[in-house]
């Protein structure tokens, strides 16, 4: 093996930022190391056989609210706008997630809606996000009442299916990505900014990594290369 200075396990997104500024900014050489057979790590895209992008370990949406993060990613890739929208089918009628003041016009009576809008305005303010968990443990019956749907309709479902656990079992950070929304805005993810990249993920990797100092060796397990180094 060619000596370098590091060598980075995993072509995922942590490792491919990492060999790059070690190469950019630091001029160091460095091996870039993945046990599977291609780079991206679990934001990888490839065309299927009609030439559509797919994503092999679940589909990815850009958004970050950071500048720098989104300034640095785009040295190396154009961007499609796209802001994600979710309907979800709840009691038989269509209706957006993550569950906000449309929601509840579309799922409850008008006058019921209304009253509950008044409550969580009055309770949590406007545009404020507020976690299943939270609204849980409200002691106003109209809030908890309407908690108690939220969770069984929209959260219990979805995380035993996605993971196999109930809300309470996840780690409460991971709820709380998906918040009741006091305010109308329908979008699946609030950050500032949110796109795909133009070519894919794969082809933002590729740029990303595309470095004389960067050697990238995929097929590679860490611990079956070690006893060689
Ligand atoms: C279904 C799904 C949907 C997601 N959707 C989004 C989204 O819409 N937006 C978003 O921002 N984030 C999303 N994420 C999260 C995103 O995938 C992660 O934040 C990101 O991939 C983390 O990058 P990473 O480099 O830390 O890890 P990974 O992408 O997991 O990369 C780690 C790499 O290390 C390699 N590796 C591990 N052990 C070894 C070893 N011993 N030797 C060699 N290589 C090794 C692995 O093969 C892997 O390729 C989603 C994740 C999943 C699973």
Redesign the pocket.
């Known amino acids: 093996m060619e000596s370098v200075d590091c060598l980075v396990?995993?072509?995922?997104?942590?490792?491919?930022?990492i060999a790059e500024r070690l190469a950019r900014l630091h001029q160091r050489k460095v091996l870039l190391?993945?046990?599977?057979e291609?780079?991206?790590?679990?934001?990888?895209d490839y065309p299927d056989a009609l030439g559509i992008l797919a994503?092999r370990?679940?589909?990815?949406?850009?958004?970050?609210n950071s500048a720098r993060v989104w300034e640095y990613l785009s040295q190396f890739t154009a961007w499609r706008p796209y802001e994600?929208k979710v309907l979800a089918q709840i009691d038989g009628q269509l209706a957006p997630l993550p569950f906000n003041l449309n929601t509840l016009q579309c799922l409850f009576p008008e006058a019921q809606a209304e009253a509950l809008t008044q409550k969580l305005l009055n309770t949590y303010g406007y545009d404020s996000k507020v976690p299943i968990l939270k609204l849980r443990q409200q002691s106003d019956p109209m809030l908890l009442e309407l908690a108690q749907f939220v969770y069984e309709k929209v959260f219990l479902g979805y995380t035993t299916k996605m993971w196999g656990l109930t809300p309470e079992q996840l780690s409460p950070a991971v709820t709380a990505r998906v918040p009741v929304v006091v305010g109308h805005d329908d979008r699946y993810?609030q950050d500032t900014y949110q796109a795909m990249p133009a070519a894919g993920y794969t082809a933002l990797f590729e740029q990303l990594l595309d470095h004389p100092a960067i050697q990238v060796r995929t097929g590679?397990?860490?611990?079956?290369?070690r006893p060689k180094l």
Not at 33 to 36: G, L, P, T
Not at 38 to 44: E, L, V
Not at 220 to 225: I, K, P
């Open positions: 396990v995993g072509a995922g997104f942590s490792g491919a930022v190391i993945d046990r599977r291609h780079i991206g790590g679990n934001a990888y994503h370990y679940g589909p990815h949406i850009f958004h970050t994600h993810f590679v397990d860490f611990f079956a290369l």
